[in-house]
């Protein structure tokens, strides 16, 4: 009898362990997801293009493009990478999963590193693939570390994480992987495009200027008629009050010389990206 009881519970147990661990294992994998990804699966999680993501302890990050090719199986992203002197003495190097097996990395080759720009190829990118993460990480190389730090493990450092949903990525199934020439022209492409951006911005903010500045010349006139027709102690405020905008008006004035020095800085690099693609063109 007792042998029966024990059998009966041993049935009994059993599966119950079963589906325990299944939920067990269920809630570490989307805990492991949440933990990687910062979202549940289910929810979009997406860097647009243009977006700027700055990265930790200086620089940022800018997506120029990213694609996937659903034939290929493969996906190429182009990044501009801004980061400071220090961080050039350090390997820049990249790791990517999928949130729906975010414990499998998946094959990250880097194509492109000049210019401040990155070409990155992730293969084995199956077309059911949820979300793609991209971890930008930072490795100080050999020659930077002295002997005692570089026998120490020198785990890379995580910069940035980017991601590419399937549901808004875009898909080019012409999309192959080119020589370091032809990265070299798109770069060039994308300099060119980005520095006539960043020259409008200067040009907007010199305007933005010099209109506030016509605004507090033509105050100070008012305020100089005013003066003529005051009491004592209204000349006394209201030479106050000139005095201030004379202030405002030299610090814009100084802001405004920067602008145009910057402007002119970025006119210069774009003349001289212009004749590098002539030259990359003529070779």
């Not at 996937?68 to 996906?75: A, D, F, G, L, S």
């Not at 493990?153 to 020589?179: C, F, W």
């Not at 008006?249 to 006119?267: F, K, N, P």
Request: hydrophobic letters at 35%; glycine letters at 4%.
């Amino acid at each position: 009898m007792m042998r029966k009881r024990f059998a009966l519970s041993t049935k009994r147990t059993v599966p119950f362990l079963v589906i325990t661990l299944a939920f067990v294992v269920t809630g570490m994998f989307l805990m492991l997801s949440r933990t990687l990804f910062g979202a549940p699966p289910g929810d979009i999680q997406h860097t647009e293009i243009g977006e700027t993501i700055p990265m930790q302890g200086n620089g940022e990050v800018v997506i120029d493009d990213w694609a996937y090719n659903p034939t290929e199986q493969h996906m190429i992203a182009t990044l501009h990478i801004d980061r400071s002197a220090v961080d050039r003495n350090t390997e820049m190097t990249f790791a990517a999963q999928d949130r729906s097996n975010a414990r499998e990395e998946l094959p990250v080759t880097m194509l492109y590193d000049d210019r401040d720009y990155v070409v990155v190829h992730i293969d084995a990118v199956q077309p059911s693939f949820d979300v793609i993460g991209i971890d930008i990480q930072e490795q100080e190389t050999d020659d930077w570390m002295d002997q005692d730090e570089s026998s120490n493990d020198n785990t890379p450092t995580e910069l940035a994480r980017i991601y590419a949903d399937h549901r808004m990525v875009d898909v080019d199934e012409s999309m192959t992987v080119e020589d370091e020439k032809t990265y070299d022209q798109h770069v060039l492409n994308l300099e060119y495009d980005r520095l006539g951006d960043d020259q409008e911005d200067h040009q907007q903010v010199i305007e933005n200027m010099n209109e506030r500045i016509e605004e507090l010349e033509q105050e100070l006139v008012d305020i100089e008629a005013d003066i003529l027709y005051s009491n004592d102690d209204e000349e006394v405020e209201l030479e106050s009050e000139h005095s201030q905008i004379e202030s405002e008006i030299d610090g814009l004035e100084t802001d405004m010389a920067q602008e145009q020095e910057a402007l002119e800085v970025s006119q210069d690099e774009q003349d001289m990206i212009e004749e590098q693609m002539e030259m990359a063109i003529d070779e």
